[in-house]
């Protein structure tokens, strides 16, 4: 057994173009096997054209607990996974690749390329693309079982291609997908191919979906397999059909699809008997929880108590949230995020409680370090005429696309004064207006730092931005760049559709290759510069972009 005791190993790095077997552990073997507690981070594995690639282990029949893997490159032939190549007879619980991508020929998916095993309570949020068999979790289920799990990634293939899965032959059950899939033939939103004897229950996706032949909204191809209360979002998708071609199979049925106010309804779901907390009718394990209204069905475990910001971290601002609401009965006043934590009627001690229990508990890398270097806190500019020594124009800082809108779909500050916006602001009263435009273009706005800063002097600390979109917001890949190098990609396509302030936070180390003593620019930017494509628009808010210590 290897215990990683929560250590992080930073930049492993393997080339190879003759070799099978390939992770930071080729082969674990023996039902005694175990690897826990361990995340690695800005790993590249290039095996060239041969199989059975991950970054934490090749091939595995063991027990995988408690592992994540950050910012990944994994390329390979096939068999090829963000963290596992194959996996078979095994146990993977609570492990995730965030960050990066994987790409291969076959069977090629975020968290395992292939899989026999039972993946449960685990998540991929990185790009994959492929030949055949390509998923956003899960190339090839082949003999195992999936349940509690989610993909976010964008996914590209030819035959099989899936936002969860690219082909499934077992069990799918309580999952979902939200990234877009592209390719040619057997797509689908959660599953390429469903084949016999597959089962999929409880599940959902609403990224959009593109294909030429046999392109479902859920469903690309159902092989005489059966789909069970599952449902997909047919504006976001573009697709009116659960299945692309259904043979002899059972559940193909239309009326799954919903527009997206269905399926951010939790009365879709509780009709069809999906268990969700708070209610005891569909069973007693609380897998399910929703924002009424208000977004996608998520898993309880996602939610963090005392968040009541939805911010993912407990912290002053949640508390002073809570503290209004003192001796009050209020159980659900901001992101369906109740102050009376117990659930006995009133907002008390017994609440306090179970509120310092979760003080600093957080969904994203710690910020509890101290900031020591504000990038930008948007509060410095204003709408004087350019002839006043005194002007400084947003959109002077943050160079954008407006003089060349045909390549760069960036606008940045509103048409006319005021430039900046002064409602929806996370600190002081400014933040920046960012419209983007992805259609065949790229978004870039970027700020050049004069001089250069060094962003090394407090250790490997965190680059902290703050972000505010809105829920008409075409979904689009946003990342960050610094010095011009590689992109470093947010973990969700769907972000721009959160409509309240949320934080993202970017280990340092995250950006290979760029010498973190002499940054001299930054880039907010949208959509793929190397793959442009049809993509989509909308509106975005930045605030208080910062460097922390290490927590």
Not at 138 to 161: F, K, L, M, P
Not at 457 to 483: C, D, Q, R
Request: proline content about 2%.
């Amino acid at each position: 057994m290897f215990d990683g005791n929560g250590k992080r190993i930073w930049n492993l790095t393997y080339t190879s173009t003759n070799r099978d077997y390939v992770g930071l552990f080729g082969y674990l073997s023996g039902s005694e096997a175990e690897i826990r507690n361990l995340e690695l981070v800005s790993s590249n594995i290039d095996a060239g054209t041969k199989s059975y690639v991950g970054s934490l282990v090749g091939y595995n029949e063991g027990t995988i607990t408690n592992c994540y893997a950050t910012s990944v490159s994994v390329s390979g032939g096939n068999r090829i996974g963000g963290l596992i190549g194959y996996t078979r007879d095994g146990t993977i619980t609570n492990c995730r690749v965030k960050g990066g991508s994987v790409s291969g020929d076959e069977e090629v998916g975020g968290l395992a390329g292939s899989n026999g095993s039972s993946i449960t309570s685990c998540y991929a949020s990185c790009d994959i693309s492929g030949e055949d068999r390509v998923g956003g979790l899960v190339g090839y289920n082949s003999d195992g079982t999936i349940d509690s799990c989610y993909a976010r990634g964008i996914v590209e293939g030819d035959q099989n291609v899936g936002g969860l899965v690219g082909n499934n032959i077992k069990i799918i059950k309580n999952c979902y997908a939200t990234g877009g899939t592209t390719g040619n033939d057997r797509v689908g939103g959660l599953v390429g191919r469903n084949t016999w004897p597959a089962k999929i229950t409880n599940c959902y996706s609403v990224g959009a979906v593109t294909g030429t032949t046999d392109v479902g909204g859920l469903v690309g191809f159902n092989d005489e397999a059966v789909i069970k209360t599952s449902f997909w979002d047919t504006q976001t998708s573009g697709r009116s059909d659960m299945c692309g071609q259904d043979r002899l199979g059972i559940g193909c049925d239309n009326a799954g699809g919903k527009t997206t106010a269905g399926m951010q309804r939790k009365s879709t779901f509780l009709d069809a008997g999906w268990d969700f907390d708070g209610e005891s009718e569909n069973g007693a394990d609380d897998i399910w929880i929703i924002c009424d209204g208000l977004d996608y069905p998520e898993f309880a475990r996602q939610f963090v108590t005392g968040d009541f910001d939805g911010d993912n971290r407990v912290d002053l601002a949640d508390f002073a949230f809570f503290a209004e609401r003192w001796l009050s009965a209020d159980r659900r006043f901001f992101w369906c995020r109740g102050a009376d934590l117990t659930g006995d009627g009133e907002v008390g001690v017994d609440d306090l409680r179970e509120f310092a229990d979760n003080w600093l508990a957080e969904g994203v890398p710690n910020l509890t370090g101290t900031v020591y270097l504000t990038v930008d806190d948007f509060e410095s500019y204003n709408d004087l005429d350019p002839c006043d020594p005194e002007s400084n124009r947003i959109f002077n800082t943050w160079l954008d696309g407006y003089e060349n809108p045909s390549v760069n779909g960036a606008v940045v500050g509103y048409l006319n004064p005021p430039f900046t916006e002064h409602e929806i602001v996370h600190g002081g009263t400014q933040s920046m207006p960012y419209l983007y435009n992805t259609f065949f273009k790229f978004s870039k706005a970027e700020r050049l730092l004069n001089p250069s800063q060094d962003w090394t002097k407090e250790g490997e600390g965190v680059l902290s931005l703050w972000f505010h979109g809105n829920a008409s917001n075409t979904p689009a890949p946003m990342s960050v760049v610094l010095n011009g190098g590689s992109a470093v990609y947010h973990d969700n396509a769907n972000a721009v559709r959160i409509d309240t302030w949320t934080e993202w936070a970017i280990d340092l180390q995250a950006f290979t290759g760029v010498d973190l003593t002499h940054i001299d620019s930054i880039a907010i930017c949208f959509g793929y510069q190397n793959n442009l494509q049809a993509g989509g628009t909308g509106r975005v808010f930045f605030d208080d972009i910062r460097l922390c210590g290490p927590g």
